[in-house]
C-alpha cells in the first residue's frame, strides 16, 4: 500500500511541477496553412479554411457578445478583433480589393468583410499565457474577378487594443 501511495505521490509530483509557459502580452500571430474548400456542384473553390497559430501573455484575446459599448462598438475601430485583408494578384502585383456578394434585395453588390469577432479564450479575470490555432473558413468567390491567385494579410487585437504583428499568406491558387 505504501508503494502505491508512493507512486502517486512522485506522479502528482511530476504533473503539478509543469511550469506555465510565458510569452510577451502583445498577441503573435504566425500562417499555419490554407485549406481550399471545393464545391462538389461547381467544381470551383469558393470557400476556405484559414488556420493561423496565436500566443498572449496575459491571455485577453477574445470579445463577448455583449462586448458592444466604448471601444468595441459596432461600426468603431475595434469592433472586430480578427482583421483579415484580401488581395488578388493582377499582372505579377498583390492589390487589395473588395469582395463582392450580391443582394437580391437592392438588386446590387455589396462589399463583404473577412474581419471577425474571436470569442473570449480565457475568463476575463484570469491572466495566464494561452497559444493555440484560430481557424477561420471563408466565402473566398469573387464573381466579379479573373484572378486566380490571392493573398490575405492578417493580424488580431487584444481587449487591451494590442495589435499582433501581421502576417501574409502565401499566394493562394484558386481553382476556377
Not at 453588390?109 to 475568463?123: C, G, H, K, Q, S
Request: proline fraction near 6%; charge should be negative; hydrophobic fraction near 40%.
Amino acid at each position: 500500500m505504501t508503494k502505491i501511495g508512493l507512486f502517486f505521490l512522485v506522479l502528482l509530483l511530476c504533473f503539478s511541477c509543469r511550469e506555465l509557459e510565458e510569452y510577451p502580452i502583445v498577441p503573435a500571430i504566425s500562417y499555419n496553412g490554407f485549406v481550399l474548400l471545393i464545391n462538389e456542384d461547381t467544381g470551383i473553390s469558393e470557400k476556405g479554411i484559414l488556420y493561423i497559430s496565436y500566443t498572449d501573455g496575459d491571455g485577453d484575446i477574445g470579445l463577448d457578445q455583449g462586448d458592444i459599448f466604448f471601444p468595441y462598438q459596432l461600426g468603431g475601430p475595434y469592433y472586430y478583433n480578427f482583421f483579415i485583408s484580401y488581395y488578388e494578384c493582377k499582372n505579377g502585383v498583390f492589390t487589395e480589393v473588395p469582395l463582392l456578394s450580391w443582394n437580391n434585395e437592392t438588386q446590387k453588390y455589396d462589399t463583404l468583410t473577412f474581419n471577425a469577432r474571436i470569442p473570449v479564450l480565457l475568463p476575463k479575470i484570469k491572466k495566464q499565457g494561452i497559444k493555440g490555432v484560430i481557424q477561420n473558413e471563408m466565402f473566398i468567390y469573387n464573381p466579379v474577378s479573373q484572378a486566380d491567385t490571392i493573398q490575405f494579410k492578417v493580424k488580431i487585437i487584444d481587449r487591451n487594443l494590442h495589435f499582433s504583428n501581421e502576417i501574409i499568406t502565401p499566394p493562394i491558387i484558386l481553382v476556377k
